[in-house]
């Protein structure tokens, strides 16, 4: 099993930035791939930014050139630092992550609000 714990949501006005970051434990020599999503109320869950164990890195069109994923296996750890943010980032971030194995797991989730 592995667990997955978010950190860094918050309050911050249009413009701002925030840095989330999602710590991994259990069994972490199986992670492969990292990634995060987000749901927006009224919204569908939308897969926000992926990270290999290699380092390859993906984002959604609506991300791209604002938000950059991060992780550092030594730690277990990936990061999302988000900069311009906008009202339409308001949403529940999740953190996920699959194992070489293709068993997927998630964290709880962490509340961005973007004020405008």
């Known amino acids: 099993q592995v667990q997955l714990v978010e950190s860094g949501g918050g309050l911050v006005q249009a413009g701002g930035s925030l840095r989330l970051s999602c710590a991994a434990s259990g069994n972490t020599f199986s992670i492969n791939t990292m990634g995060w999503s987000r749901q927006a109320p009224g919204q569908q869950r939308e897969l926000v930014a992926t990270i290999t164990s290699g380092g390859g890195t993906e984002y959604a069109d609506s991300v791209k050139g604002r938000f950059t994923i991060s992780r550092d296996n030594a730690k277990n750890t990936v990061y999302l630092q988000m900069n311009s943010l906008k009202p339409d980032d308001t949403a529940v971030y999740y953190c996920?992550?699959?194992?070489?194995?293709?068993?997927?797991?998630w964290g709880q989730g962490t509340q961005v609000t973007i004020s405008s």
């Open positions: 996920n992550t699959k194992t070489y194995a293709s068993l997927a797991y």
